[in-house]
């Protein structure tokens, strides 16, 4: 740990995260950063892709924090690591975890309470967090995420989830994963290269993380650190029957998909990815990068930004 020198807290507030409930939380922030007597300002977005750009804004030196789920920190971070002209030291990063999943902040060690998550960033220590970065889909030029990357039935997962507008947090990935199941639809086989290794694979589910959980209760990366400057893989090997798919992914939520044969786990610092049949679906934290996309370069950032109070 390190004291972070800061003099203003920029908090960038997603009214809608957590379906919603996010902005119940505003007073509660006000009222305990005023007792803090901490300045700080709360810039509120008005829709996707704002937070990005609040935080692009904020001025260098200052501690920037993500308020909302996982795709706020994706969006915050994204903003703080394109901020034009030198930038120092690696920017201040921190989370108030109210949105729906919150997988990111639940690795980082970030309490789920405001109050508490706010007590701890006022202490002014930070660590180092990794971020990775993905170019190819959506993103040609790139985009970072801090949480993780996913390729196949857990992307397909998410957009399950996503149309669930009135169920929340994890059970709308169970079912996503239910209905997934359901449909089954055939894997993509795809080379994976890893640094100086390779593998080619019909894969149900890839995993790229820096940080561990996704879906609320699923870890794909069960041994991942944000802060070793490497990303974590772990892919399924597609199997033909739905049985045996039910079990795999019921070992995800324990984290110990690993002790099975179809598993893959490993470490790295750079991965190329290539769908020789098929295409690849996929997101980073949360936000599309391709529905039936071709070639995605993978690579980790070590210690590109400051995490504040973990």
Known sequence: MKTAHFEKLWIVLNPVAGKGKAITHL???KTYLEKLQQNYEILLTSGPGHALELARNCPPGDAVIAAGGDGTC?????????RPGPQGEPPLFGILPIGRGND??????????PEKALDIISRKTCRPLDAGFVKGGFFPGGRYFVNGLGIGFDTKVGFEAAKMKKIHSSLSYALGALITVIKYEPSPVVQIRYDDKEMTLPAIIISIMNGRRMGGSFFMGPNALLDDGALDI?????????????QLVLKY????????????MSRAVHFHLKALEGGMAAHCDGETVCFEGTELEVSCLPGALRLLGA
Not at 235 to 245: D, N, P
Not at 253 to 264: D, I, L
Request: glycine share 8%; proline share 6%.
């Open 27 to 29: 007073q509660e922030i």
């Open 104 to 113: 990111f902040s639940y690795t980082a060690g970030v309490p789920p309470e």
């Open 74 to 82: 994706n969006e915050v971070a994204n903003g703080l690591l394109t």
């Open 234 to 246: 772990c892919t399924i090997r597609h199997t033909r029957s739905r049985r045996r798919l039910i």
């Open 253 to 264: 939520p324990k984290g110990t998909q690993g002790e099975c044969e179809e598993t893959f």
